[in-house]
């Protein structure tokens, strides 16, 4: 019998022997010349990381058979993806997010350790309608560049002014608005 080791990288994930599920790492013994079916689930999500299949450590693919000849480590290696989630205040006005536009709310996946443009485009409400943008929650710019680091949500806040129009009829009397003779 050999001793094996089935592990992924980063830890504790996620991996199935001979169709079993498991919890990583996995020591198991096994016959010499034995078959044995290695597969790694893809992807794996908590808690808005997921991971993605990568590679083994052996260069099988996902599901892949082994045939124990020796002591042996199985890795498989996972790729480390987090969710953003933007927002605006108020609801449903347009973001752009690299480039593409959509509008929120929007999520999307972004690998560790990369950076996204996220720009928050003030919107034309019409001729009596006007919006401004004020900021986003982490102190960014209208446009600027996030680090995917970790799960994360910004959102964008605007002032949204309507024009109020005020008469009189007939035509030309005086109106006080807010302690204001206009």
């Known amino acids: 019998q050999y001793a094996v080791t089935v592990d992924t990288s980063p830890p ?3 991996v199935t022997v001979d169709g079993v599920p498991r919890v990583a790492p996995q020591a ?3 016959d010499a010349g034995s078959l044995h079916v290695l597969d790694a ?4 999500t ?7 299949f990568t590679a083994w450590s052996d260069a099988g693919p996902q599901n892949h058979t082994v045939v124990a000849s020796g002591p042996a480590t199985y890795i498989a290696i996972f790729g480390v993806q987090y ?19 959509d509008f929120a709310p929007y999520r999307f996946w972004c690998g560790a350790g990369t ?5 928050a485009p003030t919107p034309d409400l019409g001729p009596r309608t006007r919006v401004t943008f004020l900021r986003w929650s982490d102190g960014g710019a209208q446009n600027h560049t996030i680090p995917c680091t970790a799960p994360a ?23 006080t608005v807010i302690g204001v003779a206009v």
């Open 115 to 119: 950076n996204h443009t996220i720009e």
């Open 83 to 101: 969710e953003i989630t933007l927002l605006t205040q108020p609801n449903g006005f347009p973001l752009v997010v690299d480039g593409a536009s």
């Open 41 to 44: 689930p893809s992807p794996q």
């Open 153 to 175: 949500t910004y959102t964008a806040s605007f002032r949204v002014e309507d024009e109020v129009v005020v008469d009189t009829s007939p035509p030309g009397l005086q109106v």
């Open 46 to 52: 908590a808690a808005g990381t997921q991971h993605t």
């Open 28 to 30: 198991d013994w096994w």
């Open 12 to 14: 504790n994930l996620n």
